[in-house]
């Protein structure tokens, strides 16, 4: 019974999960870059803070659940859906009490574009292509 | 596409892990000629080697898990080609290769949520199908349907239908409607009654082992949708739910007939030659493998039943010694673990990957607690490692729907791609 060939197989295979876990780390890493390409490389900004748009489906609301929380009484729990399909971001009233308005007009279901003003509540956000911080 | 250059060094680790395990069964093993290793060999090198040449055709953005389902179908292929001696195991190099294809037609299928969501209703017509399948030919007689030259357990088919079902339906979730006094999501009691029906059917066709499995997958999937947005579910509300799934475990329990409660409450040692046959065996066998084991085929396991699949971590014990049975749960862990190091972008990708994790961390701890003596053993197959083509085809499927979860696809299922580049005007939708 060779042992040290028995220890170098189970070394091999350890070794070997870690190439494939760094990979996959390299992976995530180029995944991002292809997702910017999905979501046309757009963020959502107030005044305060910038959120990035990192899935499919972006919950707007007050609630602690929410992708996005705007801590605002004015805004609704469950206000507002985004959603990207083909490149192209839709936002979508999700049965919210005030509303959303973009670039002052009130709307259920519309598609948005750069620099697109959406109001929700008493709050402002800016819909736009993404700015690379300094 | 990923980086070439990552891609060829996983494909050369890959290949190099599998010859040291070959380099094991050549120095360590029992075989009558070498011309079964060199068979044996040529066999995993040659899957590996093919493997790797068709993957980059898919254009996936990620391979690690591909990576990883290969080392594991290799691993078990060299661990089942070697049980009682070398040989070159047809039959699983077969399911291993059934397995790989079934992974690119759940990568294909799964890979564009709004895709299969508009097929939502073929999932339901699935389940229902092999559902009528068991009632007609399965049942209390046997799990399997015989097909003389292979047998089939159409339950196991039922476990990627269930994920997928639980994953298209999360959408729904924003779809209340008014049902009496309560809003309701017609989809979450569908499902419901789906996994309530397969679990009554289980029962039925006494597979006891399968219903953790499908509970699994249900309350898995029943805990995402807290995440879910309009979801609305309280702590409240779960502790009820879980209050209501304990107390209904224990009247089943209670109310088990009496083979199930011999099974609970067995006391393997005091009845080694008829109850605890398995289990004593494959406890002996893993305390005589020790840490690096007898050497690939000399152990006596092979001669208990169900050795390669029900006490197969066992018998890759005894063979090939704990700290290699335990590593390749580790990969299998690994492997269902990936979506952590790479997020899904959609509550479909994610919901699917979290139902798929469950199913399979479920069956291996049935599998491996079970054959060590630690819970009732339930028979229940090893991922990829057990024999077993239903096991292995449906095993390869959930594997491919972590892969569409890695590497999505979001447009519209009706997009074509317009060959004008003009602008569109706005408008609302």
């Known amino acids: ?134 | 596409m990923t980086n070439p250059v990552s891609y060829l060094l996983s494909c050369i680790f890959v290949i190099v892990t599998h010859g040291s395990m070959l380099m094991n069964v050549y120095t360590n093993g029992k075989y009558d000629s070498i011309n079964d290793i060199i068979t044996l060999s040529a066999g995993v090198i040659l899957l590996d080697a093919v493997y790797f040449i068709i993957m980059p055709f898919f254009k996936q953005r990620t391979y690690a898990v591909d990576f990883m389902l290969l080392l594991i179908l290799n691993m078990s292929m060299i661990f089942q080609s070697c049980f009682g001696g070398v040989h070159f195991d047809a039959k699983h190099f077969i399911t291993c290769i059934a397995a790989l294809v079934s992974c690119r037609i759940g990568y294909i299928a799964c890979r564009n949520h709004r895709w299969i969501q508009t097929k939502k209703k073929f999932v339901w017509a699935g389940i229902a199908v092999l559902m009528v399948i068991i009632l007609l030919f399965t049942g209390s007689r046997s799990m399997w349907i015989d097909l003389g030259f292979m047998s089939i357990q159409p339950s196991e088919f039922i476990k990627p239908l269930l994920v997928l079902a639980c994953a298209t339906s999360i959408a729904e979730q924003m779809n209340k409607k008014k049902l009496g006094e309560f809003n309701v999501v017609y989809d979450n009691l569908i499902l419901f009654g789906i996994t309530a029906i397969i679990i009554l059917f289980q029962w039925w066709c006494r597979d006891l082992g399968s219903i953790p499995t499908f509970a699994a997958i249900y309350a898995s999937c029943f805990f995402l949708r807290i995440c879910y947005p309009k979801a609305k579910f309280s702590k409240k509300t779960l502790i009820i739910a879980g209050s209501v799934v304990g107390v209904l475990g224990i009247i089943a329990i209670i109310l088990a007939p009496a083979y199930v409660k011999d099974r609970i409450f067995a006391d393997i040692w005091s009845d080694p030659d008829a109850n605890g046959y398995q289990q004593t065996k494959a406890l002996i066998a893993i305390a005589e493998g020790g840490w690096f084991g007898k050497g690939a085929g000399k152990g006596f396991l092979h001669k208990v039943f169900a050795y390669e699949s029900d006490i197969v971590f066992a018998t890759i014990s005894e063979e090939w010694g704990l700290l290699y049975a335990l590593m390749t749960v580790l990969m299998l862990l690994i492997m269902v673990a990936m979506p952590l190091v790479n997020p899904p972008r959609s509550y479909y990708h994610g919901t699917m990957c979290a139902g798929i994790a469950a199913a399979f961390t479920m069956q291996m701890a049935l599998n491996i607690f079970g054959s060590c003596n630690m819970i009732p053993f339930t028979g229940v197959t090893l991922p990829f490692i057990s024999a077993g083509g239903s096991s292995m085809v449906t095993s390869g499927l959930m594997v491919g729907m972590i892969v569409a979860a890695q590497s999505p696809v979001f447009a519209n299922p009706s997009h074509k791609p317009k060959k004008s580049g003009k602008k569109r005007k706005r408008r609302t939708v």
């Open chain 1, 1 to 134: 019974m060779d042992i040290a060939i028995c220890a170098a197989a189970v070394a091999l295979l350890d070794i070997c999960a870690l190439v494939i876990l760094i990979a996959s780390y390299m992976e995530k890493h180029s995944g991002k870059k292809v997702w910017s390409k999905i979501a046309a490389d757009m963020e959502l900004t107030d005044e305060t803070r910038v959120y990035p748009l990192e899935c499919d489906e972006i919950l707007i609301g007050r609630h602690a659940s929410a992708d996005i929380r705007i801590q605002d009484m004015s805004v609704s729990r469950y206000h507002a859906m985004l959603n990207v399909t083909d490149g192209k971001w839709t936002i979508n009233d999700i049965g919210s009490k005030s509303g959303i308005y973009v670039n002052g007009e009130l709307v259920r279901h519309v598609r948005l574009y750069d620099n697109d003003v959406i109001t929700l509540g008493n709050r402002r956000l800016i819909f736009r292509k993404r700015r690379i911080q300094k």
